[in-house]
Nanobody, 117 residues
Framework: QVQLVESGGGLVEPGGSLKLSCAVSGIGFSIYTMGWYRQAPGRQRVLVAAIRSSGITTYADSVKGRFTISRDNGKNAVYLQSDSLKPEDTAVYYC???????????WGQGTQVTVST
């Protein structure tokens, strides 16, 4: 059974930080591209950051320089360090595992991040 379980969301003031974690089980984690997506109310789900099995990272322009994605293949986990948070970062954040080779794609259940005073 494949499971992606996010944690670390919450309420934070503008300028604050959060570290999101995603624990993964049931797949060959190290070969998957891992990504963080977010979906704000009334908007489409969009890519925030991704990290390939090689360690190459990709970021949305809106979070470059503020967010850092990382992975620990030994722990089957991916992280999103989010700094200098802004109200517009408020969304549900989803963990994603993708393998084009295996034609497999999995989602977590999401964790709410709210940036507000």
């Amino acid at each position: 059974q494949v499971q992606l379980v996010e944690s670390g969301g919450g309420l934070v003031e503008p300028g604050g930080s959060l570290k999101l974690s995603c624990a993964v089980s049931g797949i060959g984690f190290s070969i998957y591209t891992m990504g963080w997506y977010r979906q704000a109310p009334g908007r489409q789900r969009v890519l925030v950051a991704a990290i390939r099995s090689s360690g190459i990272t990709t970021y949305a322009d809106s979070v470059k320089g503020r967010f850092t994605i990382s992975r620990d293949n030994g722990k089957n986990a991916v992280y999103l360090q989010s700094d200098s948070l802004k109200p517009e970062d408020t969304a549900v954040y989803y963990c994603n595992a993708d393998s084009r080779v295996l034609n497999r794609n999995y989602w977590g259940q999401g964790t709410q991040v709210t940036v507000s005073t």
